[in-house]
């Protein structure tokens, strides 16, 4: 097992033993601080994901980008291309369970979008390091989506925990600009 195979379990282990209050508290703090930042108050379109469990909780601040009337999107995993479709979404019902086990909106050509429209793209993640780097799942999806970017503020939410000193890279791996821990 690589190092980057042992840490993917150890910072999957760590979310999974995390306090599910706790988790709620942290991930409240999260997106407290993240509604506060420049670039998503200027924000008009803003991708998200859909956490899964034991996550940083996206799903409040999907709501509240929602209520603030930003345009959402959500990726849209086309797994045998192994690429991420923006999709836009007007509503939680919108979304379905999918690909990996991830919510998704159902795909509409009329609802995709194109990634120069994006202003702020929020990132996942298992760790990220302190110059901003990422240890995603594995399959590179982000890295290739990101890599694609050119305009978009891309910011990672996580748990304290999920904040290391230095993670191991490879030349495919992609960061952020912004890493908003609580």
Do not use: W
């Not at 240890?135 to 999806?141: S, V």
């Amino acid at each position: 097992m690589n190092d980057k195979s042992r840490l993917r379990k150890y910072y999957l282990d760590l979310l999974k033993k995390q306090d599910r209050k706790e988790g709620s508290r942290k991930s409240r703090l999260i997106g407290e601080e993240f509604f506060r930042l420049p670039a998503i108050i200027k924000a008009k379109t803003i991708l998200f994901y859909a956490s899964l469990p034991g996550e940083v909780d996206t799903f409040a601040m999907i709501r509240k980008a929602m209520d603030l009337k930003k345009q959402v999107a959500l990726p849209v995993v086309l797994r045998g291309q192994r690429t991420l479709i923006p999709t836009l979404t007007e509503n939680m019902e919108d979304l379905r369970l999918s690909t990996y086990g991830i919510h998704e909106p159902r795909r509409h050509k009329d609802r995709e979008i194109t990634l120069d429209c994006l202003d702020a793209v929020v990132v996942p993640a298992l760790a990220f390091d302190k110059a901003n780097n990422r240890l995603g799942r594995g399959k590179g999806y982000y890295d290739r989506f990101l890599k694609s970017l050119s305009s978009a503020v891309t910011i990672g939410i996580a748990f304290d925990f999920q904040i290391a000193e230095c993670l191991p890279l490879e030349d495919h791996d992609v960061g952020v600009h912004h890493v908003i821990a609580g």
